[in-house]
C-alpha cells in the first residue's frame, strides 16, 4: 500500500479539553484557543469529548456556545455525549440553540447505553428508580426526533405567546442539523443501527472484537456492516497520532513514555466484552507516515479524525496540530482550502 491509495480530504481534531482540578477556566480558555488555532490551521473539524467526573468538559453544549464566537470556519463537534443522562428534549434545544449561534457548523456525536458512573450520576441526574430507564438506542432516535421541527399537537394547536398565538415546536429550529448526528458505533450492532436510520458514524481506536482478535480486520468490518445498510452518510475514522518533529528532546521522550505506558493493551482483547485498541502512532512524520500507509482501514474513508491524548500541555497540543497539518496531512492527499493560509 502506498499513499497513493489514500485521499484524505477532511481532516478534524478532537481534543480532550483537560484542565487542573483547581484552575478550570485556565484548561478551557487554552481549549478555546486550541480550536483558534486549528482554524488557524485550516483544519475542517474540532471535536471535544464529554466526560462527567472528570477535569474536563462536562457540558459539550455550553462549551461549544462559548467555541461558536471564537470561531468562524471550522466544524464543531461532539465526540461523544452520552446520551443516557440527557434529556432528549432539552439537549436538543441546547445543541439547536448551539448550531445557530455557530451558523451551521455543529456536528452531534451521541452514544447509548448505560452511561459510565451510573451508580454516582444516575440518583443525582433522575428523579425516582433511575435503573429503570430506558437507555437504549431508542433514546437517540427521540432525540433526533425533536430536532425535526415537527409542530406539536394537531393543526388546531396553538400556546399563547408574547408575539401572539404560535404553534409549538422546538426553538430555535436548526435546519440541516437532523443531518448533522453522528453515532459512535463500536459494535456490528450499533453500525448497522446507525446506517439503517441515518446518522454519521465516528469509529476510533476502540472497537468491540466480537470474535475477532486483530483490531484493523474488526473495523473493516465494522465499516462494511454500515455501509451495507444503504447510506451514504459520512464516514469519520479516529487515530492518536503524535508527531514530534518540531519537539524538544523531553518533549519526544515523553511523547514515546505516553505510549509505551498504553501499548500493553493493544497486544490482545481486554476485559469481558473483548475490546480492541489500535497503537498510538507516535514518531517523527515519515515514521508515521509509513504506519499510516499500511493502515487498512484509511483507504476505505476520506475523513480523518486527530485524536490528542490526554495529559499533555497547552503547546504540545499546538505542535502536534502544526506537524500534522504541515507534514502529514499533505501527505495523505489532504488539501489546505486555497483561503486559508496555515498558521507557522
Known amino acids: 500500500m502506498s499513499g497513493r491509495d489514500i485521499s484524505i480530504c477532511h481532516i478534524g481534531f478532537l481534543t480532550p479539553g483537560n ?14 484557543q486550541q480550536l483558534q488555532y486549528g482554524e488557524e490551521l485550516g483544519f475542517e473539524s474540532a471535536w471535544v469529548r464529554q466526560r462527567h467526573l472528570e477535569p474536563g468538559i462536562s457540558s459539550a453544549s455550553a462549551f461549544l456556545a462559548a467555541a461558536t464566537q471564537r470561531t468562524n470556519r471550522i466544524e464543531l463537534g461532539t465526540a461523544v455525549i452520552p446520551i443516557g443522562y440527557e ?36 440518583p443525582l441526574a433522575f428523579d425516582g428508580d433511575w435503573t429503570s430507564y430506558d437507555f437504549s438506542h431508542d433514546r437517540v432516535l427521540r432525540f433526533a426526533g425533536n430536532l ?22 422546538l426553538q430555535p429550529f436548526a ?28 469509529t476510533g481506536n476502540v472497537i468491540a472484537g466480537e470474535g475477532r482478535d486483530d483490531f484493523f480486520v474488526a473495523q473493516s468490518r465494522l465499516i462494511e456492516t454500515y455501509r451495507a445498510s444503504g447510506t451514504e452518510r459520512r464516514i ?20 514515546r513514555d505516553y505510549a509505551d505506558g498504553r501499548h500493553e493493551r493493544t497486544l490482545s482483547p481486554q476485559g469481558e466484552r473483548r475490546t480492541l485498541f489500535a497503537r498510538d502512532i507516535v514518531g517523527t512524520c515519515d515514521e508515521i507516515l509509513e504506519q499510516l500507509f499500511s493502515d487498512p482501514i484509511l483507504p476505505e474513508v476520506s475523513e480523518l479524525r486527530l485524536e490528542l491524548p ?14 500534522f497539518v504541515t507534514a502529514i496531512a499533505p501527505a495523505l492527499g489532504w488539501k489546505a482550502q486555497p483561503r486559508i493560509r496555515a498558521a507557522s
Open 19 to 32: 484542565y487542573p482540578d483547581d484552575d478550570p477556566l485556565s484548561g478551557l480558555e487554552q481549549t478555546l
Open 148 to 169: 425535526r421541527g415537527s409542530y406539536l399537537g394537531d393543526e388546531q394547536t396553538f400556546i399563547k405567546t408574547p408575539f401572539g398565538p404560535q404553534r409549538p415546536r
Open 236 to 255: 469519520a475514522l479516529g487515530r492518536v497520532i503524535v508527531p514530534f518533529d518540531s519537539a524538544d528532546a523531553a518533549t519526544r521522550r515523553r511523547y
Open 87 to 122: 434529556s432528549p428534549y432539552r439537549l436538543a434545544e441546547d445543541l439547536a440553540t448551539v448550531d445557530v449561534l455557530s451558523r451551521g457548523r455543529l456536528n452531534i456525536g451521541v452514544s447509548a447505553g448505560r452511561p459510565l458512573h451510573a451508580e454516582l450520576i444516575g
Open 175 to 202: 435546519k440541516g442539523l437532523i443531518d448533522r448526528i453522528w453515532y459512535g458505533g463500536g459494535s456490528q450492532r450499533s453500525a448497522k443501527w446507525a446506517g439503517r436510520n441515518g446518522f454519521n458514524l465516528l
Open 310 to 323: 490526554y495529559e499533555f500541555e497547552h503547546d504540545q497540543y499546538r505542535q502536534i496540530l502544526h506537524d
